[in-house]
């Protein structure tokens, strides 16, 4: 299997593919808000579109081990990684396969100012309100719908990190 530039483009013709992604939050002016990259244009898979950050994991790899990995590679930042919250599936037209992403509660370990987007994966980020979340991404996004159960859990006191 040859690998391109983009993960999300390598040829995995009917195979299964596992994705984690962290749902990182954090209080801003009162309001609880998550870290939202957004997607290169250039990318062939769901181009410009908000996203929770992290990625494919590598076969063998722990999972939580490799979202930190996926965090760091695409924004130079760590990260504590907490329980996942919710769990979906999706074909990805261009490489061909069945992922299975889980997504986790996580928060930067590194300030901020730290941040330094991987141009080939992100052109850009944003902190989102729950509200913000319903104008960024279609009411189809399996995303949005791991986005606002987040948000839900967060006000149920359910969330547990570390």
Known sequence: MSKVSHDSETPAHGKQ????????????????????PRRADTKKFL???FELPGGHIDFG???VEGLKRE?????GMRIEVGDPFYVFTYVNEIKGSHSIEVDYFARFLDPIENLRLNVEDHS???WA?????????PA???????????????????LILG
């Open 17 to 36: 593919v596992i994705s984690a992604c962290a749902f990182i939050h954090d209080t801003i002016d009162g309001e609880v808000k998550v870290f939202l």
């Open 47 to 49: 181009p410009g579109v």
């Open 61 to 63: 790899e722990d999972i």
């Open 71 to 75: 965090v760091m590679e695409e924004m």
């Open 124 to 126: 850009e980020w944003h």
């Open 129 to 137: 309100s729950e509200t913000d979340i319903l104008n960024l991404l």
């Open 140 to 158: 189809t996004d399996n995303e949005r719908a791991a986005i606002l159960r987040g948000f839900a859990l967060i006000k149920t006191g359910k």
